[in-house]
């Protein structure tokens, strides 16, 4: 181990990979590759798997490409994707005007390896410097009692909770429910830098975060748009993991359009082992994250 080791920034161990094929707002119109059916995210899971990476993340569509929160249509691309690959299985339970029960029943009926947890409320937007205006803007709320109730279910059913923050003050939310004992380590944080709304997506933001975690914490960078790369890097450097997929950017350089998530994958692949560091295999991420579901 280097002597410039520190908690949770072990930049000797092997760096996860988690892929994120398909988030809720972009389409084919925007990016070709974006899965809609349950056969195309098997398609595309197995791709990021055979690249490099260890889970997917999992916004559900259905057929036609809507975005869907129904049980039936996770299910269904569950079930496609692990009988394609060994992949981690991580669904998403964000969501705005969707009320609880709605978000945590693919939890509950499923029973997936990781359910990602929204940790804060915030304004969420983006904004168009030209135009001088807000292409969106709206609440992202996550108060308290929801958090609570979808990481209860999540322990109810052995999923481990993967605790998005799009600002410092998210990580520190989770601080009472650790204290009171409904948060158990190893702990699983996504930083998610560039939302417009949360923190800036710079170096030192992604520094202040790591700081802030609590011991015995696993982490990744969720870098938007152009600014994945650069801080996929930092994160590599710093010992964290790393996630990337046609949810946060469809791009490997300026101009150049993935083709698959595998294209993206590959390219953080090689960033970890230019770096000298392993690319993390399932098993080991399974191991490191005490994951008891598939």
């Avoid at 650790?178 to 699983?188: E, R």
């Avoid at 600014?227 to 993991?241: C, H, M, P, T």
Wanted: aromatic content about 8%; glycine content about 8%; charged content about 20%.
């Amino acid at each position: 181990m280097s002597m410039w080791t520190r908690e949770n920034q072990d930049f000797d161990r092997p760096c996860m990979i988690t892929c994120a094929l398909s988030g809720v707002v972009a389409n084919r119109e925007q990016c070709p590759a974006i899965p809609y059916t349950p056969e195309e995210y098997a398609a595309e899971a197995k791709r990021a798997w055979e690249a490099g990476a260890a889970a997917v993340h999992i916004h559900a569509r259905t057929r036609e490409g809507r975005p869907s929160y129904e049980v039936s249509d996770y299910r269904a691309i569950y079930d496609a994707v692990t009988a394609a690959c060994p992949v981690i299985i991580n669904f998403s339970t964000g969501a705005i005007g969707v009320e609880t029960e709605r978000k945590v029943a693919p939890i509950r009926e499923i029973r997936p390896a990781v359910g990602a947890l929204n940790m804060g409320s915030m304004n969420y937007a983006k904004y168009h410097p030209k135009k001088k205006s807000f292409v969106f803007e709206m609440v992202f709320q996550n108060p308290f009692s929801e958090i609570r109730a979808i990481l209860e279910a999540m322990n109810a059913v052995g999923t481990k909770p993967e605790m998005e923050c799009f600002d410092v003050g998210h990580v520190a939310n989770t601080h009472p429910l650790i204290d009171m004992g409904v948060l158990a380590p190893p702990y699983q944080f996504s930083l998610i830098l560039g939302v417009m709304g949360g923190v800036p997506p710079t170096v030192g933001s992604l520094t202040a975060m790591v700081a802030q975690l609590p011991p015995r914490s696993d982490w990744e960078v969720i870098g938007i748009s152009q600014d994945q790369w650069r801080l996929v890097a930092a994160a590599i450097a710093v010992g964290g993991n790393v996630r990337v997929g046609l949810e946060d950017n469809f791009y490997l350089s300026d101009g150049v359009m993935a083709r698959s998530n595998g294209d993206l994958v590959e390219k953080a692949a090689r960033m970890i082992r230019d770096q000298g560091r392993e690319v993390a295999g399932i098993d080991e991420c399974r191991a490191r994250l005490g994951l008891v579901n598939r």
